[in-house]
């Protein structure tokens, strides 16, 4: 029951700090532009990009990565053409509210509370520790999850910083509240001896 408590006061901290990233600072933005031309843009996307899912353009497809013609084909496309990572999703009918996503982005939040709540409460560490240990876990998750896209993807460094600013101080902040829950109960050990 100590670590779920201390997951949800952790989510809790991490939902509200991305709160504020997304809607009071410019971290949650960084690295996004608006096109030129919008219009123009959704139209080549509706009709060349018909199905959602993940498109990289240009395109090679695996199976032809061992065909020198193809290669030299994908090749010319990639010096003289834009990189696109594109994600596409059906139209947004619900584009007024956000309860939805809200909702699942709590529920991912305490998840990944439990777990730094679980891990944390599994160490002898006292506050400082834990608190240095739950930011730990937003950079890990940073590392492995989202600067793999800069690489691969050439995702902008600027989204680079500000994810890592807002999984860093975001968990860093969750951690406050996990370790001092945690830590309650040693420090009413010690007040009883």
């Known amino acids: 029951m100590r670590i779920a408590v201390a997951a949800l006061f952790g989510a809790i901290v991490i939902f509200l700090w991305q709160f504020v990233s997304h809607m009071l600072l410019p971290i949650g933005e960084m690295g996004f532009r608006a096109p030129q031309n919008e219009s123009v843009v959704l139209q080549a996307a509706s009709s060349g990009l018909q199905a959602p899912g993940v498109y990289l353009l240009p395109w090679l497809a695996p199976e032809k990565m061992n065909d020198p013609a193809a290669v030299k084909d994908w090749t010319d496309r990639a010096k003289q053409n834009p990189f696109l990572f594109v994600v596409v999703a059906p139209p947004n009918t619900l584009v007024t509210s956000m309860v939805p996503e809200l909702a699942r982005q709590f529920v991912i939040n305490l998840l990944g509370a439990l777990l730094v709540a679980f891990l ?17 876990f937003g950079v890990f998750g ?7 896209l800069w690489n691969w993807y050439k995702f902008p460094t600027d989204y680079m910083i500000g994810n890592l600013l807002d999984q860093g101080i975001g968990w860093l902040l969750a951690g406050v ?11 009413r050990r010690a007040i009883t001896l």
């Open 177 to 187: 509240v996990i370790a001092w829950w945690l830590g309650r109960r040693r420090a």
């Open 120 to 136: 944390l409460a599994a160490t002898a560490w006292g506050f400082g520790m834990r608190v240095l240990g739950a930011a730990i």
């Open 142 to 148: 940073w590392l492995l999850d989202i600067v793999p």
